[in-house]
């Protein structure tokens, strides 16, 4: 279990600059794909990690990411066949899908397939498949999408948090800073996107008429109320 979640969080936050500096690097090497898929990897472990510890807001899991799905053109790749992806799944029919945080961290970490492309305008995508779902189809994701996700996700601060215990299972529930400011009871203090104010809603004041209909039916309650006991 994780105790501390900044230093994990701060690693987000340094893979995310990161990928936006290599969605637009041109020269690559062995290095530079190592580097960036080590970091992939382990972010898509940290935000798991994040989540499975209860450090994380509890809409996280399921909040749902944009992505490419390819489909497979043949039969099932074997596992010497993971490092020829367009041998099996069509890169040029690629259809707009979404995956939920919690898969998509599970499809990375347990991929069979894991290849990053350099795409034709110039950014950077990576390609992806869990061993289970290799005889289906093909994910891809650019290297932005995943820095706004990581950079999200290390941003992220539990602002509310409450727990259940009903027959043995014990339940929690995080807000953090970001679900407070998607849902509108409170903006961003700053540009870093951390802390966050409140916001008030003005209450609007009562119409004097309302206000003087009620103090004559104060005063009638109270003028009986003189009447009864003085009788």
């Not at 340094?14 to 690559?28: G, H, P, V």
Request: charged share 30%.
């Amino acid at each position: 279990m994780i105790g501390d979640s900044v230093p994990w969080r701060d690693e987000l936050l340094k893979s995310s600059l990161r990928l936006r500096r290599w969605n637009t690097q041109e020269r690559w090497t062995e290095r530079t794909y190592f580097l960036a898929e080590r970091d992939i990897m382990m972010s898509a472990y940290s935000i798991r990690r994040l989540i499975d510890s209860a450090k994380s807001s509890s809409k996280l899991l399921s909040k749902r990411i944009p992505t490419v799905q390819y489909p497979l053109v043949g039969r099932k790749p074997m596992v010497l066949d993971r490092f020829d992806p367009e041998q099996f799944y069509d890169l040029q029919k690629g259809m707009r899908n979404d995956l939920e945080v919690g898969r998509l961290c599970n499809q990375v970490i347990h991929s069979f397939v894991f290849q990053i492309y350099l795409e034709e305008d110039a950014t950077t995508s990576v390609v992806f498949v869990s061993d289970l779902d290799r005889g289906k189809h093909l994910h891809g994701i650019p290297f932005e999408v995943l820095a706004d996700l990581f950079d999200y996700v290390g941003r992220e601060e539990i602002i509310e948090s409450s727990g259940t215990m009903i027959e043995g299972e014990q339940t929690f529930v995080n807000t953090s800073n970001h679900d407070a400011v998607e849902s509108g009871r409170a903006r961003y203090a700053d540009d870093r996107r951390v802390d966050t104010e409140w916001i008030h809603e003005e209450i609007p004041p009562f119409d004097e008429a309302v206000l003087q209909m009620v103090a004559r039916r104060m005063a009638a309650v109270t003028e009986q109320r003189g009447d009864v006991e003085s009788g």
